[in-house]
């Protein structure tokens, strides 16, 4: 480059496109706790589970990439020098997918111990029922006997 410039074009669409990918899983993790508040106003099932398959679906290959590219960009002490505009948005954008992340362990958190307590309750009244079937509730006839 001339007039001595180090800063690397390479570089800056490394960290640019890091910065675009956690953009991502933050629209995404944006739409989904959307969706979630919205079929909760509604009286829908928020548990759903093709809901949540298709989410975490979704964003695994993308959190991971954006994971990865992180770590590489991590280990460069003087990059991250050459690219702290981008540094400090890449930073604001992943704070506010971890305040995402944090409500939806939260809402998983709240919403699995009341699936929880129905699965017990159906296991409870599974083995009551196991039972009852296999028992035999009334004689068979050949099996009375009168003394009259």
Do not use: H
């Not at 695994?60 to 954006?66: G, M, N």
């Not at 002490?77 to 939806?104: C, F, I």
């Not at 699965?119 to 039972?131: E, M, P, R, S, Y």
């Amino acid at each position: 480059m001339s007039g001595g410039n180090k800063y690397s074009e390479p570089e800056k669409n490394f960290w640019l496109k890091t910065l675009e990918l956690s953009r991502e899983c933050l629209e995404l993790d944006r739409g989904f706790l959307g969706a979630l508040e919205k079929k909760t106003e509604n009286g829908d099932d928020p548990l759903e589970p093709a809901l949540w398959e298709n989410f975490i679906e979704a964003r695994r290959s993308l959190v991971d990439y954006t994971t990865e590219n992180i770590l590489l960009l991590a280990r460069d002490k003087g990059s991250q020098a050459r690219n702290k505009d981008v540094m400090k948005r890449l930073e604001t954008t992943l704070n506010e997918v971890m305040r995402l992340e944090e409500k939806l362990a939260f809402f998983l958190s709240e919403n699995l111990s009341v699936l929880k307590d129905t699965v017990d309750g159906i296991t409870k009244n599974q083995a009551i029922f196991a039972a009852y079937g296999r028992s035999n509730p009334k004689p068979a006839a050949e099996a009375l006997e009168t003394t009259a």
